[in-house]
């Protein structure tokens, strides 16, 4: 079955620190550029960081860039999004994606509040 299922996601205090996870089956995963997406309130979905299928190039939006990271693990077919810094803006639902499949998890939601 070809799926992408997000864990790690919760409340979390400004300033804190989250790691989320996207377990990933069902396809080649090393071949597959990954991303997060998020989607805050009121607002429409919008990428996060991207990361290539070797895991050498990574792009982030201005809004995070410096406090969050991209990586995978090929071996282990996951892609992860380290969030460090965290600000109240940051609340939101987030994806896991392969976008040139269109293939997305369904998403886990990070709050952020004190």
């Known amino acids: 079955q070809v799926q992408l299922v997000e864990s790690g996601g919760g409340l979390v205090q400004p300033g804190g620190s989250l790691r989320l996870s996207c377990a990933a089956s069902?396809?080649?995963?090393?071949?597959?550029?990954m991303a997060w997406f998020r989607q805050r309130p009121g607002k429409e979905r919008e990428p996060v960081a991207r990361?290539?299928?070797?895991?050498?190039?990574?792009n982030y939006a201005d809004s995070v860039k410096g406090r969050f990271t991209i990586s995978r693990d090929n071996a282990k077919n996951m892609v992860y999004l380290q969030m460090n810094s965290i600000e109240p803006e940051d609340t939101a639902v987030y994806y896991c994606?392969?976008?040139?499949?269109?293939?997305w998890g369904h998403g886990i939601q990070v709050t952020v509040s004190s």
């Open positions: 994606g392969a976008p040139s499949r269109d293939l």
């Open positions: 069902g396809f080649i995963f090393e071949n597959q550029g």
């Open positions: 990361i290539t299928d070797n895991g050498i190039y990574t």
